[in-house]
């Protein structure tokens, strides 16, 4: 009885959420699918960003920035947590049909097992500036969205990129 | 001219107008900028063709899921959302806020032979912080090595006397309790907390560098020298709803401590708060009450919560809301405990319990 009323009172979903969800949708699926490299999982974490996204008061104006930075640190949280296992890797392996040419010919699954390793492991300021610019947000996007100065966006942008390549080379050469 | 930085580099690759006239013209003319933007955009170009994963989803497929989900959420979710948000306190007892806090506020004390207690709790004080600066926030593990030595083993014991037997401490009484919370409290308890950090240059070095900055020249002695944190044991009466998600919540601890083994404290405090990596309005806020070496930040989200301050029979406490108006706590030090009230309830009503609490030895 108690709960009941204190639901009544809890604030209901926001009620823009529909068109928020409809203009932001893709692309914050894009930002997850980049960190993970695989779509379903992606999609998951941005029902997961707009749920969240529903009950919060986050001010129109500044949707679209905080929906990617909260795709990218749920995705890179779904990664640390390894909660992907093998029958998600499965589930990825079949949603390369979506771009045969790309994903499955120039990205093998094992590289891209690599760059979510590596990702992983960068500061998590770099992983989500290395993220947010390689999905199409413009330097002030991301320096707005992680309260830093567009000039060294491009510092933390390039640390990060230096890091991943380094990684990701001395796996190809150890191999 | 001096040469452009790498990140000046980065960002012609993507928005040559984002670049001052200046540095295009000398990039243009300018040999070893020329290669170092060359390996910029290898690295860049490698690195986008890794990470590049093209998805084109069905925003009709995923709205009615969207509009599912929220409505499933709905009737459940102030349930779901209370039981994390509880998670989220319990998470971050104490202890854990002391131990970051401790070592910023800390007063300054003359360099001693052996620990030196140079941080004890006699208030808290709210420190307000962005979303944007919550996710910069370092931990003390980004500026040196930290050690657990002692742990909570925070655990639930059978009844008041068992708690009071574990912690030493006396248990809280509610003779009036708001609407909605019934029966009897559960107890838990956890003991005596106790961590040191050892300052490291070369940790903070590399911190400061990721986030591509230098780290200040380290006044002498603070590399390697020793602090220990400790807080309580404490104790927290439970009382839940039928669903298990907790109604009201009452807890006490001994209020966090920090010594210091060497350096004076003042010196490393001063140049914690000048890292980069701290947020400058954190680092402000900090600075404002280091003055005595009493005070225990607690982080408030700003996009989460509200904070007011509240006489507790005599004691200033701090009170927090949250924002959705779901939860709210008021934290009180006095006699060298602190003290908390949280429930799923209103502002007045968490209040009102704290101010007619008892406590039976």
Not at chain 1, 111 to 123: F, K, S
Not at chain 1, 155 to 166: F, G, H, I, Q
Not at chain 2, 142 to 157: C, F, L, M, N, P
């Amino acid at each position: 009885m108690e709960s009941a009323e204190r639901g009544d009172t809890a604030p209901a979903v926001r009620p823009d959420l529909e068109q928020v969800f409809r203009a932001a949708y893709p692309r914050v699926v894009a930002v997850a699918a980049r960190v993970l490299g695989a779509r379903d999982e992606a999609e998951d974490v941005a029902q997961e960003v707009f749920l969240a996204f529903g009950r919060s008061a986050v001010p129109a104006g500044e949707a679209a920035g905080w929906l990617s930075v909260a795709a990218a640190h749920t995705a890179l949280n779904h990664l640390r947590s390894g909660r992907r296992r093998a029958s998600r890797e499965e589930a990825a392996g079949k949603d390369e049909s979506v771009s045969p040419d790309i994903a499955d010919t120039v990205v093998t699954r094992e590289e891209r097992r690599r760059v979510r390793a590596a990702l992983a492991r960068l500061p998590r300021r770099q992983a989500v500036a290395l993220v947010l610019r390689h999905s199409g947000l413009s330097y002030a996007e991301v320096a707005a969205a992680l309260d830093l100065s567009p000039g060294s966006v491009g510092t933390t942008v390039r640390r990060a990129e230096s890091a991943l390549r380094k990684e990701l080379n001395r796996h190809a050469s150890s191999d | 001219m001096r040469h452009p930085t790498d990140g000046t580099l980065r960002r012609l690759l993507d928005e040559p107008d984002g670049v001052a006239d200046a540095d295009r013209e000398h990039v243009a003319g300018c040999q070893a900028c020329l290669s170092g933007l060359a390996a910029v955009r290898e690295d860049a170009v490698a690195v986008g063709a890794a990470v590049r994963f093209e998805v084109a989803p069905d925003v009709d497929e995923g709205w009615p899921r969207l509009s599912r989900a929220a409505a499933a959420d709905e009737p459940r979710r102030v349930a779901a959302a209370r039981a994390s948000r509880w998670r989220a306190w319990l998470r971050s007892p104490v202890a854990a806020v002391a131990g970051a806090a401790a070592i910023l506020t800390g007063v300054g004390a003359a360099a001693a032979a052996d620990w030196l207690q140079v941080f004890r709790t006699e208030r808290v004080a709210p420190v307000t912080i962005s979303q944007a600066d919550f996710l910069q926030l370092p931990e003390l593990s980004a500026y040196g090595e930290v050690a657990i030595k002692e742990k909570a083993d925070r655990r639930a014991v059978p009844d008041a006397d068992a708690a009071r037997e574990a912690t030493g401490l006396p248990v809280p009484l509610v003779a009036d309790p708001p609407r909605g919370v019934t029966g009897e409290p559960t107890f838990q308890v956890g003991d005596k907390v106790s961590a040191t950090f050892t300052f490291s240059t070369s940790k903070a070095a590399r911190t400061a560098e990721a986030v591509g900055e230098k780290l200040p020249p380290p006044p002498p002695g603070l590399d390697g020298s020793r602090f220990r944190l400790t807080a309580g044991p404490g104790l927290v009466a439970i009382w839940s709803e039928a669903r298990g998600v907790p109604a009201l919540m009452v807890g006490r601890a001994v209020a966090p401590r920090a010594y210091s083994s060497g350096v004076p404290f003042e010196t490393a405090r001063d140049y914690l708060l000048a890292m980069p990596g701290l947020p400058e309005t954190v680092a402000s806020q900090l600075r404002g009450f280091s003055g005595q070496g009493t005070t225990l930040p607690l982080v408030v989200k700003a996009w989460k919560q509200t904070t007011r301050t509240a006489d507790v029979n005599g004691v200033p406490g701090t009170v927090l809301t949250t924002r959705d108006g779901v939860m709210a706590g008021v934290l009180w030090v006095d006699g060298g405990f602190v003290t908390g009230v949280v429930g799923s309830l209103s502002a007045d009503e968490v209040l009102a319990v704290a101010r007619g609490l008892r406590w039976e030895p």
